[in-house]
């Protein structure tokens, strides 16, 4: 079975610092995806950034990017230059190649700090 | 452009009283269909998806099911509520597996 697992609940960072958030995965497969998604207070869920387990490249979105370790099937993302808006619940997704479903965490709650 | 929508928005039900949640999808046409449980510490919980009509999948065995009478209309339901089936409904779509699955503004439902 596929597991995501985010062991930080809650996270703080200063305002225009930089923040890592932490994922890892469970998978037997060889080809996935992976997602962070972003859950405000208005708690519409909204995708921020994605990579396919079969490229590379760290996948990056202005402020956001990400260190993808396929053999140690970790999937973090940071966010540099933190804004106010930022604060909000994190959620690391897993999609399967050979599937239709979406796995997802439990969540990292971010605060941003003024 | 693609619009999902849920409803109601919030749901009080007392123990043992049946459950109907709705969500329909604008705009794409045979799209996969997911409905999610978020709970306290419990992150996104995957229920229930499907690929087409009448094609359920689940993923947890409990008192709850799904149903897709229509290529864009996915249906929740139970005929006892549990008071552990307290949440935030979310129903998604997704076409390629690439762009992830997109989410609706979710159903929040207390059972009392």
């Known amino acids: 079975a596929q597991t995501v697992t985010q062991s930080q609940p809650e996270m703080s960072v200063q305002e225009a610092e930089t923040v890592t958030l932490s994922c890892t995965y469970d998978t037997s497969e060889s080809d996935y995806y992976l997602f962070w998604y972003k859950q405000p207070p208005s708690r519409q869920m909204i995708l921020v950034i994605r990579?396919?387990?079969?490229?590379?490249q760290n996948a990056t979105e202005n402020r956001f990017s990400v260190n993808f370790q396929k053999a140690a099937k970790s999937f973090s993302l940071k966010i540099s230059d933190s804004q106010l808006g930022d604060a909000a619940m994190y959620f690391c997704?897993?999609?399967?190649?050979?599937?239709?479903?979406?796995?997802f965490g439990t969540g990292t709650s971010l605060t941003v700090i003024p | 452009s693609q619009t999902i929508h849920q409803w109601p928005a919030t749901l009080v039900q007392p123990v043992g009283s049946p459950l109907s949640l709705e969500c329909t999808v604008e705009?794409?046409?045979?799209?996969?269909l997911y409905w999610y449980r978020q709970a306290a510490g419990r992150g996104l919980q995957l229920l229930f998806y499907?690929?087409?009509?009448?094609?359920i999948s689940s993923e947890v065995p409990q008192n709850l099911s799904a149903s897709r009478p229509q290529d864009r209309q996915f249906i929740l339901s139970s005929k006892k509520l549990l008071l552990s089936d307290s949440g935030f409904y979310l129903c998604?779509?997704?076409?390629?597996?690439?762009?992830?699955?997109?989410f609706g503004p979710g159903t929040r439902l207390t059972v009392t």
């Open positions: 705009g794409t046409s045979n799209p996969n």
């Open positions: 997704a897993y999609g399967v190649f050979t599937g239709n479903q979406f796995y």
């Open positions: 990579q396919e387990a079969y490229k590379q």
């Open positions: 499907s690929i087409g009509i009448d094609q």
């Open positions: 998604a779509w997704s076409f390629y597996k690439t762009s992830g699955v997109n």
